[in-house]
């Protein structure tokens, strides 16, 4: 089961200013987890805590004509914190970040082969590289 799309959620989740009341702590929870990133105990630390707020409840789905697959129960609060566990049991505490640009600071998966994701888009990298060539330039003179 590729739990990835979950993630996204809790990404999306994490960012989102006004999430629906009954949604509003677990962004701050999920907040809390891509602040800590560069933490790995502490990253790993709330997200056992939430696993455990938040249990899964797995079924079985043949949904769409598709074979039978698992699918998590309907609970968004649930998948978004499983998928965070998974990608960061799967792929590391490292993948997990806060974009650099200091006007953004959105939360973004990297799932780049090379774990060099710095910024949550390719407009705020190229934001961070336009400012910083025009410093540099500015410098220069």
């Known amino acids: 089961m590729d ?3 979950y993630a996204e959620w809790a990404v999306r989740l994490a960012d989102d200013p006004a999430p629906p009341p009954d949604l509003a702590r677990l962004r701050d ?22 696993l455990v707020r ?11 004509g598709r074979p039978w697959h698992l699918h998590l129960a309907d609970d968004y609060a649930a998948c978004a914190v499983m998928g965070l566990a ?3 049991a799967e792929l590391g505490v490292d993948r997990l970040g806060r974009c650099l640009d200091p006007r ?3 939360a973004f998966l990297d799932t780049s082969s090379n774990r060099s994701r710095r910024y949550c888009s390719a407009r705020c990298a190229s ?15």
């Open 104 to 106: 953004c600071g959105k």
């Open 3 to 5: 739990l990835t799309s």
């Open 29 to 50: 929870e999920l907040a809390a987890v891509f602040d800590a990133a560069g933490d790995d105990r502490r990253v790993v630390a709330l997200l056992n805590t939430l």
């Open 86 to 88: 998974a990608v960061v």
């Open 54 to 64: 938040y249990p899964v409840r797995p079924q079985l789905s043949d949904h769409d």
């Open 127 to 141: 934001r961070a590289n336009v400012a910083a060539f025009r410093a540099r330039r500015k410098n220069a003179f």
